[in-house]
């Protein structure tokens, strides 16, 4: 079955692509059989060429069997067999495939090609395992060409297209012949039409075929430019390059001498050094640049040092040369091609771009939203600070860990987890509120200390009971991975899950306050406690649940955050100030200034990366200066502002 | 005779809910005049406004001889331009001594550096023991006004103001949990004030307002609703059914 | 009331004595003047603290009496470091590099010397040119100066616009603590021009006094050090001894009021807030050199908070409280983390005091802001049987008896 599909294979693509050989493959060999015998890397590649080539249907199991090291030689008369180990010595196959019966081990010298030439022989090989019948050695197949394009696989690649029955390979092989004829297409026509059929696609391979085509090195040179250059522009020196990288280019272009470092000229000048001078300058002035300029001049005069450019001479030899980007690529048309296709997909994926900033900004949001919205509680609802909300999020996270160190399945250890660091936190913000915050209600300050003061001890707890080292908290398989549009847009599902979870919680804070009992009685005490006291609403019950709520809510944060940061004692702080900051910036005591915040908050710092996006240090620095900046013209927050515009 | 205080077309509302509405109002400079009306008619939001606590959506508020305008002015402007304020509960500083609460409201420079360098002078002691004696608390220099009773502190802060040497001054409900004895001596003090500066008082009570004897303005949601006399304005029909009615 | 400064205020005079006395007998027991009998690494330990104190002299006078919770006081303590530690690192890389380069043949160019300065500095962050902000390091009063202005400038700027805004209360903490880590994260980044994570290190070998043993040194700091905080003490008794006092302890308990009353309570906070901005980095300026290296670790938002737990912990609204506070906390905590502390076995579980002291320190500060507002200083109050009146909750004002610091300090 298999060699008939070969066969198939190999007569459609020599009725398509290839001039079709009277040779059959075992001719091929037989006639170059010197060369087989004492392959090398340099010599043999006309051989496999031609064995490929050949469309005799042996010639694949010929190459494989060669490069397997299951090519044998009769020493009696110098016969090539496809050999196997058999009972009591060879099992031989003629070349053209049929059995030659056998032969004792000592009358067959094994064929053992070097590295090199496996190589060789592998590459040759592609083209009979892009039509290979097995669908996944022809994807491993495309895989390894795109991988690593070389032009050799171009003639082969486009040979198989017609002979795809699989509509999705079909698209992809013609994809990469298109590709690979942008690099390596025979006509300058061929690979201009080749540019212009991908259009604006965004795509990152077609990126990488296109960007070296215009990449440009810069060269100097004296009058016309050399011949076969494609010049991409020139460059004025003083305007588009200084005159000091001038001068560098002329030098590596052996258009003039290099010019003289420091240490060259110290060296120069302390092997001259004569009776305390140098070149006649004494000794002591020489701790002056313009008496060591003076002393080279002199040793130059008198020859004892080779002679160095001065400022003078580097600018006459920058004046008399030009200089220009040239292409790498020498065809024009190609490079132009390339360069309006690299234009209009740059305007595509700059626009791409910009949605996955967007996407990436709303998934920071989230996570600050999600980070913020127990504090919104707890500091919105009830004007506590509690410095230790972020100390409840590492809680949070650490009670995810605990619970996948029990369950090991992570879907099920997750949906037990996040119920659980509820309890945990609503828990330990209930026992806080009664013990601390509670005698504090008057001074806020001292709460801010006293929970500073509880995050201490609950940060050195933590890792005095979990160590310093990160511990893991593993989302499920199936949260692996993510969604991907096209190269440009990604965003993995954790986010995305963060993102939904974020809207469950604003979902759930609305039910909570705006329909139910507590949220009303929560309201009430936060608006008048006297009077809800008066009305039969216990304001420390309300108080105690409020604050635990808050704190509960950070915990299954922690769980989220948790996911995708490393768990370790300084998870909360690493989140305490941006909460905060997300809490004031949108405006206390509404949910949707929160909400408003962290967009805020997130789309700056995506902003501000996008920018410059090796520093994300420098983005923090710049988004809390913003910050602070924000809050002098909005001192009530974003949404405050508006609740006023909106009474006026 | 022209007005110290002129506020004219004067509206401000607080998320939509206009507490003063289209308000004019005018005093002289020696003049005693009392703000009465029902709660929420505007009356503290009047004295935020001349005080510069809240700024209005319209209007001006004009002050002094050569009119200043306090809209565009801080409240420490406002205060050191001749605006002085009592508020409704006391408030003096309860954690330090009458003295030191005296020398702090005293007339002088009020800038950090000149505040940093200023020492207290054989005058300055001098004029703290007259204001002392003037809101009876000669006794109670050296002790801490936390430790006063309510009484004493409502006449510390009078003497505090007193002692800022205010050309107007708004005075919230200075009745307030007073004992009988105490207020007699509050009016005393609010009268002669009010020989040498104008003095503007809000108040409830009715009985002390007839005391005062001064020219009355009503107001009633945010505007002014009638003027003039006491028993003038408690003739007035919408007076009556506004305010004293339902009172 | 015409008597002078010290005899209204004794507690300075107190202060000063019990200060000079200390000072004199850690000199005698030290190693370089005495009897050998205190460490060399005790003493600048002992320096530290009274550094330390001073920054605590700075934030009692900005959260004790004006009411302002600045979180960023370590950060204004961790630039004065900064600015000083520029000038003796150039200058004692300055040296090095001099003298290396004399070994060679020809005498150095100005530009060598610069050039190797700028390689020993910056070959770490992988530099090789001076940043700007380095051009006054060669100066020691310049970069003195700069001690004073950078911190200066950055908190005049800083709180004229919080201040501006009418920022208050936990709002204006969470926004200077946010100042404090925007700043850290910048002094992070290699290209700060501070060296990045680096930071500046082998400030404690002065320029020019190589030949002079650390055991001197740590002496002479120590003595700077007191000097520093006896005049410290000296000022700020004196700003709030007076009317000044009265203002910005008004501002603390009700700033609208005093508004009322015709002071610009933004212009006194601003004063107030720049004034202990300086006082903490001329402490800071004293201190790394003693430490010998700084780096943006050190101005982690956390070490602003901490410093706010030492002035409650000693007992704010009293300058006295805050320099207990101070030494009590350091020492105490130097003592429990030094690994000198015996192990404390419960059976079941043996407690390490390196583990377990920030636990313990969290919860004492806890219990000290639920049942002792007043702090450490409190106690005097006990102990002299003075009566404090119903204050609200609110701390008590500066009074005399400073009698015990002694204790604290040992």
């Known amino acids: 079955m298999r060699s008939l599909y070969l066969a198939l294979a190999l007569c459609l693509s020599a009725l398509f692509a290839l001039p079709a050989s009277a040779e059959t493959a075992a001719e091929i060999v037989a006639r170059n059989a010197a060369a087989i015998e004492k392959p090398s890397r340099q010599t043999i590649g006309p051989v496999i060429a031609e064995l490929a080539a050949s469309g005799d249907a042996q010639a694949a199991a010929i190459l494989e069997a060669w490069g397997d090291k299951r090519l044998g030689q009769r020493k009696a008369d110098g016969a090539f067999f496809i050999i196997a180990k058999s009972a009591d010595g060879w099992a031989l196959t003629d070349l053209a495939g049929a059995d030659a019966g056998t032969a004792a081990k000592g009358d067959i010298a094994e064929l053992k090609p070097n590295a090199g030439v496996r190589g060789l022989i592998a590459t040759a090989l592609v083209q009979f395992t892009l039509s290979d019948p097995d669908r996944a050695k022809r994807v491993a197949a495309l895989e390894s060409i795109a991988k690593d394009p070389k032009p050799e696989a171009l003639e082969p690649l486009s040979a198989s297209v017609a002979g795809e029955d699989d509509p999705v390979l079909r698209a992809q092989k013609e994809r990469l012949v298109g590709l690979l004829t942008i690099r390596f297409g025979a006509t300058s026509q061929a690979r201009v039409a080749a540019i212009e059929s991908f259009g604006r696609d965004p795509a990152l391979d077609l990126r990488a075929a296109l960007n070296p085509l215009v990449a440009t090195t810069r060269i100097a040179f004296a009058g016309e430019p050399p011949a076969g250059a494609n010049i991409a522009r020139e460059l004025k020196p003083g305007r588009d390059l200084t005159e000091a990288e001038a001068y560098d280019l002329l030098v590596a272009a052996n258009l003039a001498p290099a010019r003289l470092t420091v240490d060259e000229a110290r060296h120069a000048l302390a092997a001259n050094l004569k009776d305390g001078a140098v070149g006649g300058v004494p000794l002591a002035d020489l701790s002056r640049q313009e008496a060591r300029d003076r002393a080279y001049n002199a040793l130059e005069a008198a020859g004892t040092v080779p002679p160095a450019a001065t400022d003078a001479e580097v600018a006459a030899a920058v004046a008399a040369h030009r200089f220009a980007e040239a292409y790498a690529e020498p065809d024009a048309a190609v490079t132009a091609a390339a360069a309006a296709a690299l234009g209009r997909i740059g305007t595509a994926v700059g626009a791409m771009q910009a949605a996955d900033l967007a996407l990436d900004a709303l998934s920071l949001a989230s996570i600050y939203f999600l980070a913020a919205i127990g504090l919104a509680i707890t500091f919105g609802v009830m004007r ?30 997750i949906i037990v987890a996040l119920p659980l660091a509820f309890a945990v936190t609503f828990a330990a913000g209930v026992a806080m509120e009664r013990l601390v ?8 300050l001292e709460t801010l200390l006293a929970t500073f003061g509880i995050s201490i001890a609950l940060q050195q707890l933590a890792k005095n009971i979990f160590g310093t080292q990160a511990r893991p908290l593993t989302a499920p398989a199936w949260l692996d991975g993510a969604w991907v549009v096209n190269d440009v847009i990604a965003i993995s599902y954790i986010r995305i899950a963060i993102f939904a979870l974020a809207l469950v919680f604003l979902a759930f804070f609305l039910w909570l306050m705006k329909r139910t009992r507590l949220g009303l009685e929560v309201r009430a005490v936060t608006q008048n406690p006297a009077m809800a006291a008066s009305m039969g609403i216990d304001p420390d019950r309300i108080n105690m649940l409020t604050f635990g709520i808050g ?98 | 005779m022209s007005a110290l205080l002129e506020v004219s077309g004067v509206s401000v509302s607080f998320d939509g809910f206009r ?43 004009t002050f002094g001889d050569r009119p200043l305008s306090l809209l565009s002015m801080t409240e420490a402007q406002i205060a050191r331009a001749g605006v002085g304020r009592k508020f409704q509960r006391p408030t003096v500083f309860e954690d330090q001594t009458v003295h030191e609460n005296l020398i702090m409201a005293l007339r002088a420079p009020r800038s950090p550096w000149r505040v940093l360098f200023w020492r207290e002078g054989a005058q300055d002691r001098a004029n703290v023991a007259a204001l002392a004696e003037e809101v009876g608390l000669s006794d109670a220099l050296a002790r801490k006004a936390g430790e006063l009773s309510h009484g004493q502190k409502q006449w510390l802060e009078i003497g505090m103001l007193l002692a800022q040497e205010p050309r107007l001054l708004l005075v919230d409900e200075p009745a307030a949990g007073m004992t009988l004895a105490e207020r007699e001596h509050t009016t005393r003090l609010l009268v002669e004030m009010a020989k040498t500066r104008a003095v503007v008082v809000v108040e409830h009570d009715m009985d002390f307002v007839r005391r005062l004897d001064c020219k009355v303005t009503v107001l009633h949601e945010g505007a002014v609703l009638a003027e003039g006399s006491l028993d003038h304005v408690t003739r007035n029909q919408q007076v009556i059914d506004v305010y004293l009615g339902r009172g | 009331m015409s008597r002078s400064f010290f005899a209204r205020n004794p507690s300075v005079l107190w202060f000063i004595l019990i200060l000079a006395v200390f000072t004199l007998a850690v000199t005698l027991l030290s190693d370089a003047y005495g009897v050998a009998f205190v460490s060399t690494s005790f003493v600048k330990t002992l320096g530290k603290t009274l550094c330390l104190c001073l920054v605590a002299l700075a934030m009692d006078l900005i959260w004790g009496y004006a009411g302002i919770l600045s979180l960023g006081h370590m950060a204004f303590f961790a630039l004065g470091g900064y600015m000083l530690g520029m000038w003796l690192m150039y200058a004692r890389t300055e040296e090095i590099v001099v003298a290396a380069l004399a070994e060679g043949v020809l005498p150095a160019t100005a530009e060598e010397i610069r050039q190797g300065i700028a390689t020993q500095i910056f070959g770490v962050v992988g530099a090789s040119e001076l940043p700007p902000i380095w051009v006054f390091a060669h100066g020691f009063w310049l970069q003195l100066a700069l001690v004073v202005a950078v911190p200066g400038v950055l908190a005049l700027v800083f709180g004229w616009l919080a201040f501006r805004a009418r920022v208050t209360g936990v709002y204006l903490s969470i ?52 000097a520093a905080l006896g005049l410290g003490y000296a000022l700020l008794a004196w700003v709030v001894s007076g009317k000044f006092g009265s203002v ?10 005093v508004r009322f009353l015709g002071y610009t309570v ?145």
């Open chain 1, 384 to 413: 506590v600070i509690n410095m230790a909300h972020g100390e409840f999020i590492m809680m949070g996270a650490y009670t995810g860990y605990v619970v996948q160190l029990w369950i090991t399945n992570y879907t099920l250890s």
């Open chain 1, 437 to 444: 915050i509670r005698h504090l209600y008057k001074r806020p």
């Open chain 1, 551 to 648: 704190s509960g809510i950070a915990g299954i944060a922690g769980v989220a955050i948790g996911l995708f940061a490393k768990v370790t004692s300084e998870l909360g702080s690493d989140y305490i100030v941006q909460s905060f900051m997300t809490v004031v910036v949108g405006g206390v005591g509404n949910i949707w200034g929160t909400l408003a915040g962290a967009a805020l908050i997130g789309l700056m710092q995506k902003g501000i990366e996008w920018f410059n996006p090796s520093n994300t240090l420098a983005a923090q620095t710049y988004m809390i200066l913003f910050i602070i900046l924000f809050i002098q013209f909005r001192p009530r927050g974003i949404i405050a502002l508006k609740g006023r515009a909106a009474g006026d």
């Open chain 2, 19 to 61: 507490a003063i509405n289209n308000l004019s109002f005018s005093i002289g400079p020696a003049e005693l005049r009392a703000i009465i009306g029902p709660n929420g008619a505007g009356k503290t939001t009047f004295m935020d406004i001349v005080t510069g606590k809240t700024r209005p959506d319209a209007g001006t508020v």
């Open chain 3, 175 to 226: 926004l200077t603590q946010a100042m404090t880590l925007a700043l850290a994260l910048y002094l992070f980044q290699n290209d700060s021009g501070l060296r990045g994570n680096n930071g500046l290190s082998g400030l404690q070998n002065l320029p020019g006094l190589g030949d002079v043993s650390q055991d001197r040194l740590s002496v002479w700091f120590l003595w700077a050090s007191a």
């Open chain 3, 248 to 257: 910005i302890r008004a501002i603390r308990d009700d700033e609208q009021r």
């Open chain 3, 266 to 410: 933004e212009g006194y906070k601003l004063f107030v807030f720049s004034l202990t901005a300086v006082i903490a980095a001329l402490a800071g300026a004293l201190y790394y050199p003693q430490a010998g290296i700084i780096n943006p670790a050190e101005l982690a938002p956390i070490a602003s908070i901490y410093l706010a737990v030492w002035v409650a912990i000693g007992g704010r609204g009293r300058l006295y409280g805050a320099v207990i506070g101070a030494a009590f906390v350091t020492l105490v905590s130097s003592w429990f983390t030094g690994g000198r502390v015996p192990d404390l076995p419960l059976g079941f579980y043996t407690v390490q005091w390196v583990d377990w002291w920030s636990v313990v320190l969290g919860l004492s500060f806890v219990a000290v802001t639920l049942f002792a507002p007043k702090g450490l200083a409190g106690l005097f109050d006990l102990w002299q049987g003075l009566r404090a009146p119903n204050r609200r909750g609110a701390p008590l004002g500066p009074d005399d008896g400073a009698l015990m610091e002694r204790e604290a300090r040992e």
